[in-house]
């Protein structure tokens, strides 16, 4: 089946440091890819999705491009903020049962020292 | 409106006890979704209703008991729970999948439970 592996944390880094979340996937056909965040006692949030291949999704300073040849979404910013700490989940579209689902990846948990 | 709203935010129950979660969106969403999440861990889909109709149930014990009363709301009637079943309870929903395109999923912040 489907399915989504996450590099594994926890990370600490310091404000302003480059960071870099690692993401593959492995999936039948071309499932959208997304990264959702999950802040402390808060559900999740959308952060970014691609759709397609070579596709970039970016928001708030947070980028990743799908990958298709290396099946990977990696996510990455220039500078993070002690605000950016929270837990990241990578996921995929898959389809079952006439409906749509989300495959996670177990999590990356971030922490942004100031 | 582009919020997903969970009621109640915790909630302690005994296992003989019978309790529901409520979800409400009003963003025209035709999907919604249950899921369960423990600690440390990523979200487990339980129920996904597509235009009010149960669509998908990964095999959840029927101790759970999903109701789509109409488009905009979703419950979780929770009845006879075990100390297991703590966990914090996501609800999401979605565009429907008709068109063939995957369409992003708004999650609540969730119900925090706790069964004593």
């Known amino acids: 089946g489907n399915s989504v592996t996450q590099m594994e944390g926890p990370v600490t880094l310091s404000e302003e440091a480059f960071l870099t979340i690692n993401c593959t996937y492995t999936?039948?056909?071309?499932?959208?890819l997304f990264w959702y965040v999950q802040y402390p006692g808060e559900g999740l949030q959308l952060l970014l999705k691609a759709t397609k291949a070579d596709d970039k999704g970016s928001n708030k300073g947070f980028e990743a491009t799908y990958r298709k040849e290396t099946t990977s979404f990696h996510l990455e910013k220039g500078s993070v903020q002690v605000s950016d700490s929270a837990v990241y989940f990578c996921a995929l579209s898959d389809r079952g049962q006439g409906a749509q689902k989300l495959v996670f990846g177990q999590g990356t948990r971030l922490t942004i020292n100031p | 409106d582009t919020e997903v709203t969970q009621t109640p935010k915790h909630l302690v129950m005994g296992m003989t006890n019978k309790k529901s979660l409520k979800c409400e969106q009003h963003?025209?969403?035709?999907?919604m979704y249950w899921y369960k999440q423990k600690a440390k861990k990523p979200p487990e889909l339980m129920f996904v209703y597509s235009y009010e109709k149960l669509s998908i149930n990964e095999s959840v014990p029927s101790r759970f008991s999903p109701e789509c009363p109409n488009s905009s709301l979703l419950n979780l009637h929770l009845h006879a729970l075990q100390p297991e079943d703590s966990a914090l309870y996501l609800c999401?929903?979605?565009?429907?999948?008709?068109?063939?395109?995957?369409?992003?999923?708004?999650f609540g912040p969730g119900t925090r439970l706790t069964v004593l």
């Open positions: 999401a929903s979605s565009q429907d999948f008709s068109r063939g395109q995957f369409n992003e999923q708004f």
């Open positions: 963003m025209g969403h035709r999907a």
């Open positions: 999936a039948t056909g071309y499932p959208s």
